[in-house]
């Protein structure tokens, strides 16, 4: 037990300085100011000075944008990016996940709330305004966010499968892959968690008075969380040459920020091209390991 | 009446308290006395299906789901049944539950048996012939005798599997046996939960007598995630009333997709997964309008009271389940089931934290209370469950030991949580559970911090 509670004491760099704490906040405000999303923010700004304790009072709320903010943040300070330092308690990618879309699901919570909502009720489903559709399209918003998360679990499941783990140590580290199924699906799992990520993260919600300062935290934060954890599977590939470990990253927040910016240019389009590639390449490499396996144990 | 269904509230307690009594008790060794001339058999298996039988027959009462006699009686043959190592009286005991099944619940005259009794008999016939199978060819109508693996073949094991999906897969043709009830038949096929999940226990038993065939792995596991994922998606679109049906059908199939596994964390996690179907059909059992009208906690609570039953959040009960299910998978280096127990755990959170609408707008009775209650205990099974696993769960691992495959195991994790293992001892899942407890307080209060600064901020520039 004292080992556990050392390590846990020694965790509080990594809960207030990096990659918890300041930097993670830091990093989810610099997102924040580099996807612009195309939302009225006058309307956020008013709402914004409404106290902590939420529009009807009361410490449930409290509690609620607490643990929105709390989630991702945890799941940020646990990661194991460069210079972090070990520690011992890694939770793995199914509680990486979880905690991360914690804040999404409360804000979809409060949205299904038809008490919240003042004079008018809101007891269906809440839309979900698109930088592709350029408006409020309710069934195209929750098709593409099932097929985002869709290709995402397909991917993270083809990563896995290669590593042999669900660890998130497992992701930093190279697997000794040796057949061309192996790599291949690999490559083709990180490609499609990151192109998931596209879909997954411009999801912005529709700023009214049901969107507080925790929730607002909670939501970057969970993009924040979400880059850095599809950060992670490249390491492998640069650790050789170190210096070039923040590059992935830079790609995925300019891949972000230039699909925000020029929604028409690309994937409203593209979109549905790409995720069938990809969900049938990764399918069918999937299909071949699995094959290759079965051989391995039955024969 | 009340008086009836009072002092069977005691009694029920009472038997709890010997039942996990005698699961202590049993924990390293079996306990065969010489009473009845050697019928009897009390192992760890046989004390966690009571204790769950227990604890549904007292949901249900709790819940006046059923009248007193017909639950007591088949607490009573069902427990007969586990405490037996002879697969004849097993068998038998099921028989009886079954026909108190049949004529114990409360339908008016109007409707007809037969169909009825034709469906829930059939996993009994089905297990009749199973052990006829054994006695024919292992000579014995024991499962702990010495040559009672010979018995367990392909014949055997398709017929208990068939019994089992036609037992614990009730909910799936719920309409032929609810055809004709016009009120309440949700209640109807809530109270046959009990005897659905005692037809996980001759499934499981299977593993005393041996190791099993790959083809049955995969034919259970098949059958298992089938159920599972189809039950939820039923789930999400079905009416409020019918949604808990599902659910509990979804549930019985994550067990039967660990049971099915043949490992040892397999077992860990269909067991717990088990564990789980009393929780939820006590939290999500919605009341029958003729309930007495009592204090309902505020919609907020409520909303939250359910969300802490779903696989929301890392530390419920519902959650550790799924997190189990697929560490074994993982485990065993099963990554496709792997996806489909993600899927089904997704599919279930988006059912459950879809019904603060309606139980709104429900009538109010005494449900709203029980479930801030039961999400209360969830979590407590959640963060508890390292030692849940400890003290319910490993003995059946280790007592069922010789029928199971080293192809993974999910043990404690000191003073961290649970770590899944695979079959050369590297860890492939970590739930860090109390860790995470602990660095979320701290982490709150820094959070409480950030978000009074910037509502300080906000005023002074607004």
Same mark, same amino acid.
């Given at each position: 037990m004292g080992e556990w509670l050392g390590t846990l004491g020694l965790a509080w760099p990594r809960l207030v300085l990096y990659p918890g704490g300041l930097s993670a906040l830091g990093f989810a405000w610099v997102l924040d100011c580099l996807l612009v999303y195309s939302v009225d923010r006058s309307v956020f700004a008013s709402t914004r000075t409404a106290p902590v304790d939420g529009a009807t009072g009361g410490g449930p709320w409290l509690i609620l944008d607490l643990s929105a903010v709390v989630a991702p943040l945890l799941i940020i300070s646990l990661l194991p990016v460069p210079l972090s330092g070990y520690f011992a308690y890694t939770p793995d990618l199914l509680v990486a996940l979880v905690l991360l879309d914690w804040p999404w699901l409360c804000w979809y919570g409060r949205r299904c709330m038809p008490v919240l909502s003042g004079s008018t009720s809101r007891g269906v489903a809440p839309s979900v305004s698109s930088p592709w559709k350029g408006g409020q399209g309710v069934l195209e918003g929750w098709r593409h966010l099932y097929e985002a998360y869709g290709l995402l679990v397909l991917s993270l499941l083809a990563v896995a499968q290669t590593q042999g783990s669900l660890r998130l140590e497992a992701l930093t580290v190279s697997s000794a892959s040796a057949t061309l199924a192996h790599q291949a699906l690999r490559w083709l799992g990180m490609a499609g968690w990151s192109v998931a990520l596209l879909m997954l993260l411009l999801r912005e919600a529709d700023l009214d008075q049901t969107m507080t300062s925790g929730l607002w935290w909670g939501l970057r934060l969970r993009t924040g969380g979400h880059v850095l954890l599809a950060w992670l599977p490249w390491f492998p590939l640069l650790q050789p040459r170190s210096w070039l470990l923040l590059l992935p990253l830079l790609l995925l927040v300019s891949a972000l920020a230039l699909v925000t910016w020029r929604p028409d240019m690309l994937l409203r389009h593209l979109w549905p091209i790409v995720w069938r590639s990809l969900m049938l390449g990764i399918g069918l490499t999937f299909s071949r390991v699995i094959y290759e396996l079965l051989v391995a144990r039955l024969c | 009446m009340r008086s009836l269904r009072f002092v069977s509230h005691l009694y029920y307690l009472l038997a709890l308290l010997a039942v996990l009594w005698l699961t202590w008790y049993v924990r390293d060794v079996p306990l065969e006395p010489a009473l009845f001339a050697g019928q009897l058999r009390v192992d760890s298996l046989s004390t966690f299906f009571a204790l769950l039988t227990l604890l549904l027959a007292l949901v249900q009462s709790v819940l006046s789901l059923r009248s007193v006699w017909p639950t007591l009686l088949l607490t009573l043959c069902l427990a007969g049944a586990y405490a037996t190592s002879n697969l004849l009286l097993v068998a038998a005991g099921y028989l009886l539950a079954t026909l108190i099944e049949v004529v114990g619940g409360r339908l008016p005259r109007s409707v007809p048996l037969a169909p009825r009794a034709i469906w829930l008999l059939l996993p009994v016939v089905c297990f009749a012939v199973a052990v006829a199978g054994l006695q024919t060819q292992a000579g014995t109508w024991h499962y702990q005798a010495s040559l009672a693996g010979v018995g367990l073949s392909s014949f055997v094991f398709w017929f208990v599997l068939l019994a089992t999906i036609l037992g614990s897969a009730v909910h799936v043709y719920a309409h032929v046996l609810t055809s004709g009830i016009t009120s309440g038949p949700h209640t109807y096929t809530l109270a046959g939960i009990c005897l659905a999940l005692a037809w996980c226990y001759p499934l499981v038993r299977l593993y005393s007598l041996g190791p099993w065939n790959a083809g049955w792995h995969a034919a259970t596991l098949l059958l298992g995630g089938a159920l599972a994922l189809w039950t939820v998606c039923r789930a999400l679109v079905a009416p409020i009333t019918m949604r808990t049906h599902w659910l509990l059908s979804s549930q019985l199939g994550v067990a039967l997709i660990g049971l099915g596994m043949g490992t040892s964390a397999g077992i860990v996690a269909g067991c717990y997964a088990l564990m789980l179907v009393p929780l939820l059909l006590a939290g999500l059992a919605f009341p029958a309008p003729s309930q007495t009208q009592a204090v309902v906690p505020s919609p907020v609570t409520l909303s939250w009271a359910l969300w802490l039953l779903s !696989?929301? #959040? !890392? #530390?419920t009960a519902p959650f550790v389940s799924f997190w189990m299910g697929i560490g074994a998978a993982a485990a065993g280096r099963m990554f496709l089931l792997v996806g489909i127990l993600w899927v089904t755990g997704l599919l279930c959170t988006l059912t459950i934290v879809q019904c603060p609408r309606p139980l709104l707008s429900a009538v109010p009775g005494r449900s709203g209370r029980t479930v801030v209650w039961v999400a209360g205990i969830s979590v407590a099974l959640g963060v508890t469950a390292p030692i849940v696993v400890w003290m319910f769960i490993r003995p059946i691992v280790q007592q069922l030991q010789g029928g199971l495959t080293p192809f993974g195991d999910i043990a404690l994790w000191p003073w961290g949580g649970l770590i899944a293992l695979n079959a050369a001892r590297q860890p492939v899942a970590t739930l860090p559970s109390l860790t995470l407890l602990l660095l979320m307080l701290v982490l709150g209060a820094l959070a409480w911090l950030l978000l009074r600064l910037q509502s300080m901020m906000d005023n002074r520039c607004g």
């Open positions: - | !696989p929301a #959040l !890392p #530390l």
